[in-house]
């Protein structure tokens, strides 16, 4: 599982998260994909990983060359009948040669600490899962809320046109059309609110 989540992290395309469109797992795998939090972490896993492979790493060896004990007259450098020409040409390579015990403490240290910043990923994103749950459940619940005011205002507007043809025969009392307005209007305060609290749910999860 965790795997999956890794190899899904590195999906880097942005898309908005719509709840009434996109079921639940491609929520999930969008936040996997796309959430800031996971492409931070991956970056420090690579990172450490990267650093792992590299503690067992020697450095290179250095060469040298140059001139050892020779006068700053060129004329000097010749020979010259029986003497021989003064000076030479050095030539030096070194190796560092490090310790095995402290190679394998560097790399374990890095291994190890890999190993938390991948616990954390998952801490992340299980944490952010959770949060896409609910706010997820709570649009298709809004949503079908929703749904019912807007029938149920049907319903009110039915009934006020209702009332008022019964008062204008006489059939009815002034104060019938009156309640059904005031419930019309309680309906339509109900539905700015729900759909207000559906597009905050929308936002965060898009967040």
């Given amino acids: 599982m965790k795997k999956l989540i890794i190899t899904g992290a590195l999906a880097l395309l942005y898309t908005n ?50 001139l050892f004990m020779t006068p700053y007259n060129p004329k000097l450098w010749q020979r010259d009948g029986d003497m021989l020409g003064m000076g030479s040409v050095a030539v030096s390579v070194e190796q560092m040669f490090p310790n095995r015990k402290k190679l394998n403490a560097n790399e374990n240290l890095m291994k190890a600490m890999s190993s938390v910043e991948k616990e954390k990923l998952f801490a992340a ?38 009332a008022e043809i ?30 207000n609290d559906l597009r905050v749910n929308r936002i965060r999860l898009n967040a």
Avoid: C
């Fill in 17 to 66: 998260i719509d709840a009434q469109r996109m079921p639940l797992p491609a929520v999930m795998d969008s936040i996997a994909a796309n959430h800031p939090v996971v492409k931070m972490y991956n970056a420090e896993v690579r990172s450490m990983d990267a650093a792992a492979k590299g503690a067992r790493s020697w450095m290179p060896p250095t060469v040298g060359a140059g």
């Fill in 125 to 162: 994103l299980n944490e952010n899962f959770q949060d896409a749950k609910k706010l997820y459940y709570s649009s298709i619940v809004l949503d079908k809320k929703l749904k019912v005011v807007k029938e149920n205002e049907k319903m009110l507007d039915f009934m006020i046109r209702n």
């Fill in 166 to 195: 019964r008062y204008k025969n006489g059939l009815s009392k002034i104060s019938a059309y009156y309640k059904a307005k005031a419930a019309l209007g309680s309906s339509k305060n109900m539905q700015l609110m729900y759909e």
